[in-house]
């Protein structure tokens, strides 16, 4: 799922190609992408854009007569900037938005089409599309704080809840995690005010690194190669792989529809993390350490 880094460079190159352009036709190839009647989409045809901005994880239209488009991509939902007039894509395809300067379609992979496309008139509408999560770009380390221990949750799922932090997801919560050195599965409330510390300013130079990075790798051009896999990733998307700090190859921990990806050595004092209904299932049995992990791979091969 796009997050908050990649967001930001969808909102740059929207800025430069549609801000101050209307919208000349928009063309839906799905009927589930919108989820709202009033107002008809139609009554958007003709407005200028005034501003993109972001709502968490969702991407906002902005037009004259504060009419706002509220675009959330969810997992596979992905934004795509071609020449004017450009057919909305066969399969895969949602949408197309046309302005002077060019089309914008929206597509989405997979069979279950989860991306979604609100209409609302007035910001008091809009803000019900808010989940009001702390900017943590912008935020206090005392605001962080009282965010943080406003429920007790592990640091997993505190990252990635919209309402508490803003814009983090499953990729930049383990790249923030590794880089605080700290486990996913900590508490929030038992966060020392010197882990709280550190842990704040690993959400900033996570977050401003990779908006960076992205940034210089797209220039000018639009942000075409959305992914939640970048190799320079130091622990997301590299299991079995070594840590970039120690070499210690990197784990992961699968639930639900999520996951958890980390360093034992730089993140839980060489200890291995698992979920709870396997570790009811193996009990004693579960490894607890990498070379118990790596003891018992050996014994099966040589079984």
């Known amino acids: 799922m796009p997050e908050l880094p990649d967001i930001e460079v969808y909102l740059g190159a929207l800025r430069a ?3 101050g352009q209307p919208l000349e036709q928009a063309r839906l190839g799905s009927p589930f992408l919108l989820r709202t009647v009033e107002p008809p989409l139609a009554s958007f045809v003709g407005l200028r854009v005034e501003e993109m901005r972001r709502l968490g994880k969702r991407i906002v239209f902005g037009f004259e007569g504060e009419r706002f488009m509220v675009l959330h991509l969810m997992i596979t939902g992905r934004l795509h900037w071609k020449p004017l007039g450009t057919k909305v894509p066969g399969k895969i395809g949602l949408a197309a938005f046309d302005f002077p300067t060019g089309t914008l379609t929206l597509t989405e992979a997979g069979s ?3 991306a979604s496309l609100h209409l609302v008139i007035g910001e008091a509408d809009l803000a019900a599309y808010d989940p009001d999560g702390l900017e943590v770009l912008t935020a206090d380390l005392e605001a962080f704080r009282a965010a943080l221990v406003a429920e007790n949750h592990t640091l997993k799922r505190t990252l990635t809840d919209p309402r508490i932090l803003s814009g983090i997801g499953n ?8 880089r605080a050195k700290l486990s996913p599965f900590q508490l929030t409330r038992n ?3 010197e882990e709280t510390a550190i842990l704040f300013q690993a959400c900033r130079d996570v977050l401003t690194e990779w908006i960076e990075r992205l940034r210089s790798e797209t ?3 639009f942000p075409e190669k959305v992914t939640a896999m970048h190799p320079k990733m130091a622990v997301h998307g590299r299991f079995g792989q070594p840590c970039p700090v120690c070499g210690t190859p990197v784990q992961r921990l699968v639930y639900a529809d999520s996951e958890a990806n980390y360093c034992p050595t730089c993140q839980t004092g060489g200890r291995l993390l698992a979920d709870r209904a396997l570790s009811r299932l193996l009990k004693d049995d579960w490894p607890k350490t990498l070379e118990e992990l790596e003891a018992r791979k050996r014994g099966a091969a040589a079984g």
Do not use: A, F, P, Q
């Not at 990729?171 to 590794?178: A, M, P, Q």
């Open 112 to 114: 279950k089409k989860r």
């Open 171 to 178: 990729s930049y919560s383990d790249e923030i995690l590794h």
């Open 191 to 193: 966060l020392t005010s």
């Open 17 to 19: 190609r549609i801000v």
């Open 219 to 221: 220039g000018d051009g």
